[in-house]
Structures are given as C-alpha cells and as structure tokens.
C-alpha cells in the first residue's frame, strides 16, 4: 500500500532523490509486524539521527542569536523540541495521511497517536537530512521549529505552569500546591487522567490528560488562565 508522498513534497518544497527513504520516514514498526515483506525498513534510525540533527540547529540558533545564560537557552529548547509541539506540527502538515500503522495502532488516538507523530516528525528531519544535506533540514526546522520561538518567549510557555503557578501561589497565600486525582477512566493501554488543583480547600483548576503529569500541566494552566 504505497503512500502517494508527492503533496507532502509540495507542501514543505522538498523534492527527495531517494523516494523510499522519505516514505521509510513514516513506515512504524508495528506495520513491519503485520506486513513483514514490506520492503522498507521502520523509522526508529531516522528518527535517532533527526532528533540529533533537531537538536543540533535548534541549539545553534540559540546560541547565536540569544546572550542569555545557559538555563534560559535550555528551557526555550526544550519548548521548542518537546514531543507536543512536534507532534502537532506533524498534525498540521497532515503526517497522519502518510504513516504506515498496524491496524491495531491506526484505530488509536491521544498520547499514542502523538508520540508516534512526534517521532515520525524527527525520521522526517532525519531523511531530509540525508538525502538533501545540513541545509535543506536546517531550513525547514526554523521554518516549522524555530519560527514558534516568538510565541513561546510572549507568551512565556517555555515555564512550567506547575513551577509557574506554584511561585504564585506561595507568594499570594504561603500555601503550596496541591494536585489530587479526580477520575481515571478508560483501558490501561489509553487511560484518561482527570486532576485538580488545590491551594488549601478551593480548587482553582482542572486538567485533563493520558498521564497524570500532562493533567496536572492543564490544571495549572487553567488556574493561571483565571487570574490567580
């Protein structure tokens, strides 16, 4: 089942010499599972080589353009290169359309779906990176990656909101945070977490999440959105 990969080259103003090392950048190991003929091999070395040749012009770049000390330069990286922000970039570009899933994996959604478009976005930079060299990838990530930076430093979402609201809290109340779970439902493999947060008995944010960190993260956003 060949996936027609020539939109996405239009999209992004790539056009790839080796087309089998563009399409093995979306091929997940579960498809290699059930389809062990397929003649391609999975994304998981791409994926390792993309995320260096990432984190390595995302660095760069920082480091250039910012003075600022080495904390502040981590915590923008790490908003810039997390899996979410990556994954939802793939969901822009439509990377969905192109991945080669189990059956099993193609019928999932949430974290899953979002770790496995994260990763696919590094193979992704890993074969542009192999089949158009350092500048051609350096180019697309700060088209993608790097143009968000602005956002992240407006809107200060390279601080934790946990950290945030917390240094808030204490300073207004001298009581710390805490979080206390709500409900979990669904299956063990898809689990949906519902958290809030309190400072003292009043909760003053809830946040929904596949883990119990990602729900306590939108907690805190919540409670901070509202003024506290």
Known sequence: MEKDLRILEKIVNINFNNKDLLEQAFVHRSYLNENPKFPLSD???????????LELVVTEYLFLNYPNP??????????????????????NLEFDNYLYLSRGEAKGNGRARQLILA?????FIGAIYLDQGMDVAKNFIEKYIIVRLKK??????????????????????????IYKLIKEEGPDH??????????????????????????????????LSKGF
């Open 190 to 223: 898809e689990k949906k977490f519902t958290i809030g947060v309190f400072v003292g008995d009043k909760m003053y944010g809830k946040g929904v999440g596949f883990s119990k960190q990602a729900a306590e993260i939108q907690a805190a956003e919540k409670a």
């Open 119 to 123: 990763n696919n976005f590094e193979a």
């Open 70 to 91: 080495e904390g502040d330069l981590t915590n923008w990286r790490s908003a810039l290169v997390r899996g979410q922000t990556l994954s939802e970039i793939a969901s």
């Open 152 to 177: 992240i430093l407006e809107e200060e979402l390279h601080i934790d909101p946990k950290s945030k609201f917390q240094e808030i809290a204490q300073e207004k109340t001298g009581i710390t945070p």
């Open 43 to 53: 994304n998981e070395r791409l994926e390792f080589l993309g995320d260096a040749v």
